[in-house]
């Protein structure tokens, strides 16, 4: 064991470190007051923008592909042209007697007794046209097995897209975006003003509409019946969606 030579070594070596440890404590304290510096001033940034007020107009939208004056017939024959290539049934109406008249026939013939109804003007009123059709409200929070054995729903597009024959759905509810996949069939109403050339051209429109609260910004875009094809390259109808889409345009000429 090594001793001391002086008995005051030790009572210098423990001053010595006393004084160290001082000194790192209050170099401690420092660095604390700088972070709570640092801190005061974050917070006095968020204070400031809390208060302000910021511009609630969205971004302009690039164009991505360039619009042209295509006339509403002509986008009307586009859209069905695509729609009937990817098997879907676009019918064109010039006005509602004809297009319910329509209507009432596609259900005796498809033997519908119950619909899901998006809680929209037109649907409503195209739902509400047909005689021994029972309507059934979309719920909001639904329950898929109350709603399977329904055989058709009725939806209303915010948009429709001429060159790939899409419907543009916007769903305020789980209900709504349901109604879009459940049921075997689903007939979908628009007017010929909601025909866009492409999805840039109805960019503005969607947003305008999906960017509401009660919306929740959510949109399906539906491009004929549900295809799906196996390993064999055979088109199969129906797995994972409808297995039919009809598309009523009213107001085409």
């Known amino acids: 064991m090594q001793c001391s030579s002086h008995p005051g070594n030790g009572v210098k070596q423990w001053f010595t470190l006393s004084q160290d440890l001082t000194t790192r404590i209050e170099k401690v304290g420092d660095e604390d007051t700088g972070t709570m510096g640092a801190r005061e001033v974050i917070l006095d940034r968020i204070r400031k923008n809390l208060g302000s007020v910021t511009d609630e107009n969205p971004p302009p939208v690039p164009e991505v592909w360039p619009r042209t004056q295509t006339s509403p017939a002509d986008l009307a024959r586009r859209f069905a042209e695509e729609l009937r290539a990817v098997h879907g049934e676009p019918l064109l109406h010039r006005d509602w007697p004809g297009l319910q008249e329509d209507f009432q026939t596609l259900v005796e013939k498809s033997g519908w007794r119950e619909a899901l109804v998006m809680d929209r003007p037109l649907a409503w009123q195209l739902a509400n046209s047909a005689t021994g059709l029972q309507t059934i409200a979309i719920p909001d929070i639904p329950v898929p097995r109350d709603l399977e054995t329904i055989p058709v729903s009725i939806l209303e597009a915010e948009c429709l897209l001429a060159d790939t024959g899409s419907a543009v759905v916007v769903c305020r509810n789980p209900g709504e975006r349901l109604a879009c ?53 055979i088109l199969i109808l129906g797995v994972h969606g409808p297995k039919r889409l009809v598309v009523y345009l009213i107001g085409a000429e």
């Open 181 to 233: 996949y459940l049921p075997p069939a689903c007939v979908i109403v628009a007017t010929v003003d909601r025909l866009c050339e492409h999805l840039p051209a109805a960019w503005d429109r969607i947003t305008r509409v999906a960017r509401q609260p009660e919306c929740r910004g959510e949109c399906v875009i539906i491009t004929g019946p549900s295809r799906t094809a196996d390993i064999e390259k």
